[in-house]
Nanobody, 123 residues
Framework: QVQLVESGGGLVQAGDSPRLSCAAS????????MGWFRQAPGKEREFVGA????????FVADSVKGRFTISRDNAKNMGYLQMNSLKPEDTAVYYC????????????????WGQGTQVTVSS
């Protein structure tokens, strides 16, 4: 069992570079891969990126490639989503999630979810 809590969202300006954090509880956190998703109003939840259990492999969606970076610190039970050069279209609720396997972009592959944190990008 893993509990996840996101933080770091809020109202930002276009071009800003905030970092979202995901705090995990449970001694087995390092056994899970971690994913980040986002959901804009009226749209389906979409994949942003993922990182494997050790932090040695990551991949992100084409829509954020070159701007967003994922990392984790297993010693602190923390995951991070560094967002650079934000655009108004990045406005969404951002979720972190945990999965027992690595490499999926599908919502259904992730068993554990945080409550989400709102990121609003003003132009």
């Amino acid at each position: 069992q893993v509990q996840l809590v996101e933080s770091g969202g809020g109202l930002v300006q276009a071009g800003d570079s905030p970092r979202l954090s995901c705090a995990a509880s449970g001694r087995t956190f390092r056994s899970y891969s971690m994913g980040w998703f986002r959901q804009a109003p009226g749209k389906e939840r979409e994949f942003v990126g993922a990182i494997n259990w050790s932090g040695t492999s990551t991949f992100v969606a084409d829509s954020v490639k070159g701007r967003f970076t994922i990392s984790r610190d297993n010693a602190k039970n923390m995951g991070y989503l560094q967002m650079n050069s934000l655009k108004p279209e990045d406005t969404a609720v951002y979720y972190c999630a945990a999965a027992t396997s690595y490499g999926s972009r599908l919502v259904g592959a992730y068993a554990y979810w945080g409550q989400g944190t709102q990121v609003t990008v003003s132009s």
